[in-house]
């Protein structure tokens, strides 16, 4: 079992930046693979980023390559997303999720554990 509690959502300008934290607990961390997943109302959790469990894989959505950064600090059990140029788009709960799997997937029908996710708003 891991538990998940992310942390670092907020009201942020077009244009700046967040980062947000998400602090695992339970067995065994650095066994799992984390990513970021973003949803609004009326739509399903759609896919932002996912980083092995070393950091050697990352894999992003094509809308947020260049700006937004996912990493990791296993000694801390906690993954990162560096959200930087947001714009009014990015607005949505972001949610932060672990697998099993060694190699990231991008569906959220692939991942076991979710936290209660952190809202995002950007203003333009």
């Known amino acids: 079992q891991v538990q998940l509690v992310e942390s670092g959502g907020g009201l942020v300008q077009a244009g700046g930046s967040l980062r947000l934290s998400c602090a695992a607990s339970g067995r065994s961390f650095s066994s799992y693979a984390m990513a970021w997943f973003q949803q609004t109302p009326g739509k399903e959790r759609e896919f932002v980023a996912a980083?092995?469990?070393?950091?050697?894989?990352?894999r992003y959505a094509n809308s947020v390559k260049g700006r937004f950064t996912i990493s990791r600090d296993n000694a801390e059990n906690t993954v990162y997303l560096q959200m930087n140029s947001l714009e009014p788009e990015d607005t949505a709960v972001y949610y932060c999720?672990?697998?099993?799997?060694?190699?990231?997937?991008?569906?959220?029908?692939?991942?076991?554990?979710w936290g209660q996710g952190t809202q995002v708003t950007v203003s333009s």
């Open positions: 999720a672990a697998t099993s799997l060694q190699t990231p997937p991008i569906s959220h029908g692939d991942y076991d554990y």
């Open positions: 980083i092995n469990w070393s950091g050697g894989i990352r």
